[in-house]
Every structure is written in C-alpha cells, then in structure tokens.
C-alpha cells in the first residue's frame, strides 16, 4: 500500500540555479527524483553536472530556487547537511586516503573505539562482512594505494552505501573499472534501487545509461534540456539533445594514406609484457585493446622510456634505439597522453598557460629568461584551437573540467610538435561532444604526418578508429587486424580468452 510520502518525490528541485558573479553556471532547473529509482544524467563536459553534484551535496550553495526533500524544503548548504539527510557521492577521482587501509577508509570518521584504542581488528573484519556482502571482492586489510583505480572506486562506493545512504550520486563510476568490476557495481546500484534508494548515474555511455537507468536527464550549457523515460528514448535523440550532433558525427574517421615507418618493436619485453612486435606509420592509428592489466599501458610506457626493457628493440626511423628515459624519447619526438591525466599528465596547481608550454620552455627561454611574449602566444594558440574553455590562460588546470584537462594534455604536446603520439584512455571521463572534437584532432594529427598508438578499454573507440588492431591478453599480443576485419564479439573473445 503506497503511502503519502511514496507519492511525494524524495527530491524536487524549483527553479535551482548557480551564479559565478556574471557566469551562470546552472540556469533555473525544475527536476524531480522519485524514491527508488536510477535517473541517469547527461550532457557534454561543462554542461552544468559538476555543478548539479556540488549543490545536491552541500559543496557550494546555491544562487536561487528551492529544494524540496521529501515534500519540504532544506538548504543543503553543507556536505554534513547533506549527508544528514541521506546524501552521498561517489566521484570519478577518488578522495579517500591512500596510506590507510580499506577497513580504516570504509570506516573513516566513523571508527570502532574502545577504551580510546582503534578496534582495527574488528573494523577489518566488519569492513570484509560489508564488501562479501556486497559483492565487492576485495581484501579489507589491504592498504587502500595499493589496489588498482578500479579498486579504490570500488572501495569509495562500499564507503558510501553504507552510511544511512537514501540517495547516492555515482559520477561517471566505470571510468576506471574492469568488465568484472563494473558488472560487481551494476549489481551493487540494481540492489540500492531495490532497497528504495534513489539512484543518480552520470556517465558519458550510452550503452550504460540505456543499461541501467529508469529516467534519464539531459543538460546543456548549464541548461536542463529535458527528461525522458528510458524506455521512450534512444541514443540518436540523447546525443541532439546533449550537442545537436548525430551519432556519425561523433566517430568520424578520414581515409588518410600510410607514410613512412615511424616505430618498430621486435619482440619488444618488459615489466606485465612479453614479446610484442608491431610497427606504426605515418598517418596510421593503431590501436591497443584488452582488458585493464593486459600489459598494454605497461608496452606503452617502455616505448616512451619510462619503464626499461629487458629484451628485444626499439626502431625509430630505422635506426635501433636505447631508450633510456622519457628524455630521449621525448628529444626523438614520442609524446605521451597517460592513462590518469590527473596525476601523470598535468600539473594541477599550476596555470594552464604554463602546463600547455612545459615541453617547450627550453625553446621560448634564453638562459634564465623566458620570452613571455612567444610563451602568451604558445598557450593562447592551443587554447584557441582545442577549444578549452578557460576565461584565461592564467587559470589553474585544477579548475578545468575532466574534457579540458584532456585537451591541455594534448595541447602541451601539440606546442612540442612531436611525431609519434601515444595516447592512452584519452576519453576516460570526457563527454561524446568532447570525444567528437578529440577524435578530429586525431585526423588533424595523422593529415600532418604523425602516427598514432591509441590505447582504450572501449572496444566500439578503437574499433571504429584504429587502422590496425591489436588485442593484448596476459601481457602477449594475442591477435592483429585490419580496419573492422573482425567482429567486436570475435575481439572481445579474444580478449577474454574464450
């Protein structure tokens, strides 16, 4: 029998709104969330998201309108507000506490104390219940910074969907995940919904949100463009609404002839890879595919010089190679985008004038002193022609959505003018219009005379991209193709090991 309150919407936003003095980063919203469902948000990457979670979640307060919790209305203008009431959030970047253990993180501002001693026994031994439980398999005793990515996203969700949570926000929570991991965290949403919490799930895939969701949100320009029934939707009418492009716009790919042999690898051997042989061209994409831990970032890093090789060689222009470190392979002009662009790929505290031009200040400087003039003119041409959107070069990067944190990754490269460009999950995190525009800049690089390795657990990306494939499986390469000469399922399997 449903009661009073099961008619009324756990949360109900009126007119909810967002000002950055003359910026509006979230114009007037009127949106609801029904108890127990999974309502899906979408929209391209500065399309008001970001700013919809820190609201719900007492990060930052609101510039006008109402919301409504269980039919009265609340401020939420802090994170204890917030949680109070029921609310969490899991985020794509995790900020738990690396040092600690998964119990002590699961756990964290809420220890077991006896006597003023931590019970860490006994919190290990809860922490494992928990995660048994929930599917989750995971060492509780582990310390957190030694787990994968994927792992410590796993850890965050536990954390949160076990404090009196009603209403738990997941932001683009397969990013980094395995098929195994994601298939655990499905299951784990699928449970919460079942259990009467409402569900909020912002990701970039499509096939995810169809997968899982009951209603589905778009957001455009800080604008909410429209809800949909899941099952009164597709994908063509999603992407419209998200950036008034269609599907074939988003993996465009340009018939580009092959040039000269950039790179060669023979039997090519190294820390999680074994006996790797492939050659890149100019104007080719190859792409790399398996499952996270295949050994395919791991052949990336030993080609860029940071991890050494114990066997095989390195041929660049025809000529064998030492590479000893990222130094040489950056003087030859290998450039690399890595897989976690926070950490390795940016300095987040810095400018982003300055982070587009560090591979080049030995170009723009005489001595000591750089030209300030040549290094304004570096940063504001990558920003104009990536299309960050950035009020100034002067901006931390810190402040920049995943997207644009992605563009300036490839941007500094860009300034350094390399010839070979490694580039390793570039779309982790990033939106289809963000993707597209990516993608075109892959086509601008190969039209002048570069070569591409792109790595991607996103089999439809490096199918749809790569000239030739290679599928890696246990560290070995496992299979090679041509432009779409094999299906994904027959990819996939190979892959897998079926």
């Not at 995790?94 to 006994?122: K, M, P, S, Y």
């Not at 169809?210 to 029934?229: I, M």
Request: hydrophobic share 40%.
């Amino acid at each position: 029998m449903l009661t009073d309150l099961d008619s009324v919407p756990i949360l109900e936003l009126r007119g909810l709104e967002k000002r950055y003095g003359f910026i509006q980063a979230l114009k007037p919203a009127m949106l609801s969330f029904h108890r127990g469902e999974i309502h899906a948000i979408v929209g391209e990457n500065g399309a008001g998201k970001s700013t919809l979670i820190k609201l719900l979640t007492g990060v930052i307060r609101r510039s006008g309108g109402t919301i409504l919790w269980n039919g009265k209305e609340v401020n939420l203008s802090t994170p204890i507000e917030a949680i109070a009431h029921g609310i969490n959030a899991v985020h794509q970047e995790v900020v738990l506490c690396r040092h600690l253990t998964v119990a002590a993180n699961i756990f964290l501002g809420d220890e077991t104390v006896c006597f003023g001693l931590l019970q860490q026994r006994e919190m290990i031994r809860a922490a494992q219940k928990i995660l048994d439980d929930i599917g989750f398999h995971l060492p509780a005793d582990a310390v957190l910074g030694t787990l994968t990515i994927g792992q410590q996203q796993l850890v965050a969700t536990a954390r949160a969907s076990v404090r009196g949570t009603k209403f738990i926000i997941f932001d683009e929570p397969t990013a980094y995940l395995t098929r195994s991991e994601a298939a655990q965290l499905f299951a784990l949403i699928r449970r919460l919904k079942s259990e009467g919490v409402t569900v909020v799930y912002i990701s970039h895939r499509m096939e995810e949100v169809f997968e899982l969701a009951d209603r589905v949100s778009v957001l455009r320009d800080g604008t909410l463009v429209g809800t949909r029934d899941i099952a009164q939707t597709n994908d063509t009418e999603l992407v419209a609404l998200m950036i008034n492009r269609t599907l074939d716009q988003i993996y465009h790919k340009e018939n580009i002839p092959f040039g000269k042999l950039l790179l060669e690898t023979r039997n090519l051997s190294g820390k999680g890879f074994n006996d790797v042989s492939l050659s890149v061209r100019a104007g080719e994409i190859v792409g790399l595919y398996g499952l996270i831990g295949a050994g395919r970032s791991e052949f990336a890093l030993s080609v860029f010089g940071r991890n050494p090789r114990t066997d095989g060689h390195i041929v660049w222009h025809g000529q064998v190679i030492d590479m000893r470190n990222e130094r040489t392979a950056i003087d030859l002009g290998i450039a690399l985008a890595p897989e976690s662009r926070r950490d390795q790929g940016l300095n987040l505290n810095l400018p982003i004038g300055l982070n587009l031009n560090l591979p080049v200040y030995d170009r723009i400087s005489s001595g000591l002193v750089v030209d300030a003039g040549e290094e304004r003119r570096r940063a504001d041409r990558q920003i104009a022609d990536l299309g960050i959107k950035t009020p100034s070069r002067r901006s931390l990067a810190s402040y920049m959505s995943g997207g644009n944190q992605q563009k300036i990754v490839i941007g500094k490269w860009l300034n350094h003018g390399a010839e070979l460009f490694i580039f390793d999950e570039p779309t982790v995190g990033v939106d289809v219009g963000t993707k597209a525009e990516i993608y075109r800049l892959f086509a601008r690089l190969l039209k002048n005379g570069a070569g591409i390795i792109l790595i991607s657990s996103y089999l439809p990306e490096v199918y749809e991209l790569a000239d030739t494939l290679h599928v890696f499986r246990d560290g070995r390469l496992v299979g090679s193709q041509s432009y779409r000469e094999r299906t994904h399922e027959e990819i996939l399997a190979e892959a897998i090991g079926v």
